[in-house]
């Protein structure tokens, strides 16, 4: 599976050192958001916003709201200039960005954090077992591979972890904020609408 990372910044340094920390990821840089680019992936991607970039840029705090609507995987923000109280705040109360990070921090705890989010997102929650089955479905978390009947299915992060949710709360009736919390690890309303959708293709794959 395809891993990348988005790195909103203009900073070549910056770009430089993450790629030399993260050698199996793809680094890409870009100075604007590209939510077309996110949107439109099926892998394993995490975004790291340059604060301070962005923000003498002319980039407006609205942004990093629609940021965390339209992205789903790790988001984390990275900054040098310290930040006000109220801005760190924000960044986790209403930007619900996962972590932020200093370039002050030596490489190896950079690294350490990253991987953290990484795992956080696309680990699957039974990491003590290699096979969870169950009925026709076969989930091989080493290969990080779901078979239907021997047929391999293809699907994105969010599907994989929807579906192994599913499979580890066998008739065990969910409501729509306990699957938002299980697999999105929120609660909004954009996530409790989208989780129809959701299911249905999963049906479809199934099926």
Not at 72 to 87: E, F, Q, S, V
């Amino acid at each position: 599976m395809e891993k990348s990372i988005l790195l909103i910044s203009d900073n070549a340094n910056l770009l430089k050192r993450l790629k030399q920390m993260m050698a199996d990821w793809q680094v890409i840089s870009s100075p604007t958001y590209l939510p077309d680019f996110l949107l439109n992936r099926d892998s394993q991607t995490l975004m790291i916003v340059d604060l301070d970039h962005f923000f003498t840029s002319g980039h407006r705090s609205e942004t990093l709201f629609l940021m965390r609507q339209q992205f789903r995987g790790p988001l984390l923000a990275i900054h040098r200039k310290k930040l006000a109280l109220a801005m760190v705040c924000n960044l986790f109360d209403c930007f619900h960005f996962d972590e932020l990070l200093s370039l002050e921090m030596a490489d190896r705890e950079l690294r350490a954090r990253i991987q953290q989010r990484l795992w956080r997102y696309y680990q699957p929650h039974e990491e003590s077992r290699e096979v969870l089955n169950t009925g026709q479905l076969q989930v091989d978390f080493q290969h990080y591979m779901i078979t239907v009947n021997g047929r391999k299915l293809t699907m994105g992060p969010v599907d994989f972890r929807l579906l192994v949710y599913f499979m580890q709360h066998e008739n065990v009736v969910l409501t729509r904020a306990q699957i938002a919390e299980g697999v999105w690890r929120n609660g909004r309303d954009s996530t409790l609408r989208s989780i129809d959708s959701h299911i249905s293709k999963l049906r479809k794959l199934i099926e």
